[in-house]
């Protein structure tokens, strides 16, 4: 199982900061994780509208839309950052 | 080796005494320089601002930006603390503190340590009205990242 946490309109879009998931085999990368998200349900759908705008970590590093989910424990989805 | 001070809080934090933090006792740093980001009014229609954070990889993003100016400039000492939860109008939201033996250095790094934080470290604001309407997420700006790209350096 690996854990997906999700930060501001994307966790409000959702509905639910975190969740377990079992990861498909065929889902390899971070853009993959996104995609079959999308089509879980209208909610993941409308989260994953604009799927270029959506950034993501792996165990609390930034990752570009390439990276291997592999290994992976946690894996974050959330808009661009806007703090400071 | 100088280890940085980095602190993710809801409370509010005194700028005066995280400058005092890296200069007591010590008469090797010539300058300090310090950033502080408030939280401001937009001509009176927001009531506040509610940041919301990632636990742990805020931390340790701030860790990692701080570690980037070190490696980049002769600091004597850095702070970086980020405020989370809901902040009214003339609160502070951050605070990057820089010393060094000279100022070019303590300016830069204070520069350097904001746009990287604007753009890496996982914070994000949601404005609240005072027409009490809870109001959209802000919208990250590409001078933001434009600004975080003048610090790329050239590749080897």
């Known amino acids: 199982m690996t854990k997906l946490v999700y930060f501001a309109w994307v966790r409000e879009r959702i509905g639910k900061p975190e969740e377990e998931v079992e990861l498909p085999g065929n889902v390899r990368t971070v853009a993959e994780l996104a995609r079959w998200l999308a089509g879980r349900g209208e909610e993941y759908a409308y989260a994953f509208e604009n799927p270029d705008v959506v950034r993501a970590a792996i165990d609390k590093k930034h990752v570009k839309p390439d990276a291997p989910v592999?290994?992976?424990?946690?894996?974050?989805?959330?808009p661009p950052m806007t703090g400071g | 080796?100088?280890?940085?001070?980095?602190?993710?809080?809801?409370?509010?934090?005194?700028?005066?005494?995280?400058?005092?933090?890296?200069?007591?006792?010590?008469?090797?740093?010539?300058?300090?320089?310090?950033?502080?980001?408030?939280?401001?009014?937009?001509?009176?229609?927001?009531?506040?601002?509610?940041?919301e954070h990632y636990p742990g990889m805020a931390e340790e993003e701030l860790e990692r930006v701080a570690a980037e100016a070190l490696r980049r400039w002769p600091l004597t000492g850095v702070t970086a603390i980020h405020r989370y939860?809901?902040?009214?109008?003339?609160?502070?939201?951050?605070?990057?503190?820089?010393?060094?033996?000279?100022?070019?250095?303590?300016?830069?790094?204070?520069?350097?340590?904001?746009?990287?934080?604007?753009?890496?470290?996982?914070?994000?604001?949601?404005?609240?009205?005072v027409d009490g309407t809870s109001g959209d997420w802000v919208e990250a700006k590409s001078d933001d990242d434009k600004a975080a790209q003048r610090w790329a350096e050239p590749r080897p």
């Open chain 2, 1 to 51: 080796m100088v280890v940085p001070v980095i602190r993710i809080q809801a409370e509010d934090f005194d700028a005066a005494a995280e400058i005092a933090r890296l200069t007591a006792g010590r008469a090797d740093v010539g300058a300090v320089v310090t950033f502080t980001g408030l939280c401001r009014d937009e001509g009176g229609t927001l009531a506040a601002l509610e940041l």
């Open chain 2, 85 to 129: 939860g809901k902040i009214a109008p003339g609160g502070n939201i951050v605070l990057v503190v820089t010393a060094s033996a000279h100022r070019t250095a303590a300016f830069e790094a204070g520069e350097f340590l904001m746009d990287y934080l604007k753009t890496r470290a996982p914070f994000w604001k949601k404005e609240h009205s």
């Open chain 1, 70 to 78: 592999a290994g992976a424990r946690e894996i974050a989805f959330f």
